[in-house]
């Protein structure tokens, strides 16, 4: 039995991540969470449970997302994880400023204010 993060099941498995939490959070598949801060999940994966992957044993367990007692390693892949999320939320902004310029430019333009006559005298000063 492998021990691997939930993104290491997914490939393993041939899923997605969220099959795989889907399927801790029924029982289909077990696994333990780590302590807060971190909260990461380690996920109990038999030999048998892999005739619907595309990847054997022997690969994932060359894998760095098995199961690692060097601290080192684990904050590696933290790095990496959010590294990873960081690129996606650089890149969602980047989508996000281009379409508040384009409503933008497809709001009409700002109605002129009539001042009232005294706002000149003060200006004037």
Request: cysteine-free; proline content about 5%; aromatic content about 6%.
């Amino acid at each position: 039995m492998a021990t691997m993060t939930i993104q290491g099941a997914a490939e393993f498995l041939g899923v997605s991540e969220i099959t795989v939490r889907r399927k801790l959070k029924s029982g289909q598949l077990t696994g333990q969470q780590e302590e807060a801060p971190n909260g990461r999940w380690w996920v109990e994966i038999a030999e048998e449970q892999s005739n619907f992957g595309v990847r054997t044993p022997e690969s994932v367990k060359s894998d760095s997302n098995i199961e690692s007692h060097d601290p080192l390693q684990i904050l590696k892949d933290q790095v990496a994880n959010l590294q990873h999320h960081l690129d996606i939320r650089e890149r969602e902004v980047g989508e996000l400023h281009v379409i508040i310029q384009q409503q933008a430019l497809a709001l009409p333009p700002p109605a002129t204010v009539k001042r009232k006559w005294w706002y000149t005298l003060l200006s004037n000063k």
